[in-house]
T-cell receptor, first 111, second 113 residues
Framework: DAKTTQPPSMDCAEGRAANLPCNHSTISGNEYVYWYRQIHSQGPQYIIHGLKNNETNEMASLIITEDRKSSTLILPHATLRDTAVYYCIVVRGSTLGRLYFGRGTQLTVWP | DGGITQSPKYLFRKEGQNVTLSCEQNLNHDAMYWYRQDPGQGLRLIYYSQIVNDFQKGDIAEGYSVSREKKESFPLTVTSAQKNPTAFYLC????????????FGSGTRLTVV
């Protein structure tokens, strides 16, 4: 599975959009981009995933560049409860769902 | 509601003792996993199981053992051979192929005293 690179920390004002970047320059054609988040001392929670098209759900939007080498998770109106570690993961769609979690990005939303 | 239950939430162990962490799921998922997380670090895979009575070592299996006698249950035993067992342990399950539908438990924090 391709490796990912994320900034170690970011912050955002409450009510503003949080844009979390992820670099996955070695991604291959059959690999998906997944985003999870982990609130302190809890298990990670699935947010969104995509292959090459932009995706949106009730939690967030995922923007994947045309060359698929990077992506951005967008939380359109961040709240204090969005403070968490966000993990960007690249996974081959056809294999056993082992997930490789790096250190992620610590997002802090301030009032 | 369907989900994964890990117990206990906090566990203290004396050095030299084995301890078993419980993980039960009612999601009818085929695959189950155990991860370890140390402070400020990502998750590292200990063991995983795709079907009942079958499991494979992950990246840091030394000092750990598992069993998968029932689809719903995947207990993890931390043995005395694990040199640094103090950590946060997370159990997860998925339908099997691919990473969609991956669900985590709330974790067990193990401390060696």
């Amino acid at each position: 599975d391709a490796k990912t690179t994320q900034p170690p920390s970011m912050d955002c004002a409450e009510g503003r959009a949080a844009n979390l970047p992820c670099n996955h320059s070695t991604i291959s054609g059959n690999e998906y981009v997944y985003w999870y988040r982990q609130i302190h001392s809890q298990g990670p929670q699935y947010i969104i995933h995509g292959l090459k098209n932009n995706e949106t759900n009730e939690m967030a939007s995922l923007i994947i560049t045309e060359d698929r080498k990077s992506s951005t998770l967008i939380l359109p109106h961040a709240t204090l409860r969005d403070t968490a570690v966000y993990y960007c993961i690249v996974v081959r769609g056809s294999t056993l769902g082992r997930l490789y979690f790096g250190r992620g990005t610590q997002l802090t939303v301030w009032p | 509601d369907g989900g994964i239950t890990q117990s206990p939430k906090y566990l203290f162990r004396k050095e030299g003792q084995n301890v078993t962490l419980s993980c039960e799921q009612n999601l009818n998922h085929d695959a189950m996993y155990w991860y370890r997380q140390d402070p400020g670090q990502g998750l590292r895979l200990i063991y995983y199981s795709q079907i009942v009575n079958d499991f494979q070592k992950g990246d840091i299996a030394e000092g750990y053992s598992v069993s998968r006698e029932k689809k719903e249950s995947f207990p993890l035993t931390v043995t005395s051979a694990q040199k640094n067992p103090t950590a946060f342990y997370l159990c997860a399950s998925s339908p099997g192929q691919g990473a969609y539908g991956y669900t985590f438990g709330s974790g067990t924090r193990l401390t060696v005293v």
